[in-house]
């Protein structure tokens, strides 16, 4: 990891509008909790589907999207990426370093709020705050990755990765069985189920493939950015 380009990545997202939508969603998830605790409405059964539809379903890929383009994306966008990369630094460095900045705001911005809304409405009830927001975390790792990869190959990566998450993540992967094996929620839904013992949370998938696959995207989508950036001339073309 190298500290400098970690602080530009850092300011790129805490620094622009993005911050305001790295805050919004997870203080809606909150408010949400709050709202069902305070109407008598926080049993196990909602907890778990709050943070299914909400949490992993809606917060999660879309914070991921936030997090894992605006560390890259507008760089190139705007043409600085030409100034960092005539650096003498390697170009899988900046991308390992991209992602590890992405990947700390996803757990900073989506694990832990996960935590808080699902503590509010059942403490540890069944593991359930803890369960959720593990995958959380290792979800939002292998969309930092992914999206990240994806603000490199194309300059349209906001718009591929919201059709992505809205599209396949939100309905082919929770509405076609088959799917759901492809889909960085559902296994991010698998790790909550292994780690919790409600009865109210189940998946199809195992926690051998969910585990592996989140692995090999996560790995895969960081050595491709880093070959990719290496496409990169210092015109900014590829």
């Given at each position: 990891?190298n500290?400098?380009i970690?602080?530009?990545?850092?300011?790129?997202?805490?620094?622009?509008?993005?911050?305001?939508?790295?805050?919004?969603?997870?203080?809606?998830?909150?408010?949400?909790?709050?709202l069902?605790?305070?109407?008598?409405?926080?049993?196990?059964?909602t907890?778990?589907?709050?943070m299914?539809?909400?949490?992993?379903?809606t917060?999660?890929p879309?914070?991921?999207?936030?997090?894992?383009?605006?560390?890259?994306?507008?760089?190139?966008?705007?043409?600085?990426?030409?100034?960092?990369?005539?650096?003498?630094?390697?170009?899988?460095?900046?991308?390992?370093t991209?992602f590890?900045?992405?990947?700390?705001?996803?757990?900073?911005?989506?694990?832990?709020?996960?935590?808080?809304?699902?503590?509010?409405?059942?403490?540890?009830?069944?593991?359930?705050?803890?369960?959720?927001?593990?995958?959380?975390?290792?979800?939002?790792?292998?969309?930092?990755?992914?999206?990240?990869?994806?603000?490199?190959?194309?300059?349209?990566?906001?718009?591929?990765?919201?059709?992505?998450?809205?599209?396949?993540?939100?309905?082919?992967?929770n509405?076609?069985?088959?799917?759901?094996?492809?889909?960085?929620?559902?296994?991010a839904?698998?790790?909550?189920?292994?780690?919790?013992?409600?009865?109210?949370?189940?998946?199809?998938?195992?926690?051998?493939?969910?585990?592996?696959?989140?692995?090999?995207v996560?790995?895969?989508?960081v050595?491709?950015?880093?070959?990719?950036?290496?496409?990169?001339?210092l015109?900014?073309?590829?």
């Open positions: 990891m500290g400098v970690a602080g530009i990545s850092y300011r790129s997202l805490l620094g622009r509008r993005r911050i305001w939508l790295l805050v919004v969603l997870p203080l809606v998830l909150i408010g949400l909790a709050v069902l605790r305070a109407v008598g409405n926080g049993s196990e059964a907890t778990v589907t709050l299914e539809k909400f949490a992993l379903g917060m999660l879309l914070l991921g999207l936030i997090a894992g383009t605006g560390v890259i994306a507008p760089e190139i966008d705007d043409g600085t990426i030409v100034h960092l990369l005539a650096k003498p630094i390697s170009r899988p460095v900046i991308a390992r991209k590890l900045v992405a990947a700390s705001m996803l757990a900073l911005f989506a694990a832990v709020p996960t935590f808080v809304a699902a503590y509010l409405l059942v403490n540890l009830e069944s593991d359930i705050a803890y369960g959720f927001a593990l995958g959380a975390g290792v979800g939002g790792v292998a969309y930092a990755a992914v999206f990240m990869l994806l603000g490199i190959l194309t300059r349209h990566a906001v718009t591929i990765g919201i059709a992505y998450a809205l599209i396949w993540e939100g309905v082919v992967g509405f076609v069985p088959g799917a759901r094996r492809f889909s960085i929620q559902q296994w839904q698998t790790v909550a189920d292994q780690v919790s013992s409600s009865p109210f949370l189940s998946t199809e998938i195992t926690i051998g493939f969910a585990a592996t696959a989140l692995l090999l996560t790995v895969g989508a050595l491709w950015a880093g070959r990719r950036l290496r496409s990169f001339s015109t900014g073309d590829e």
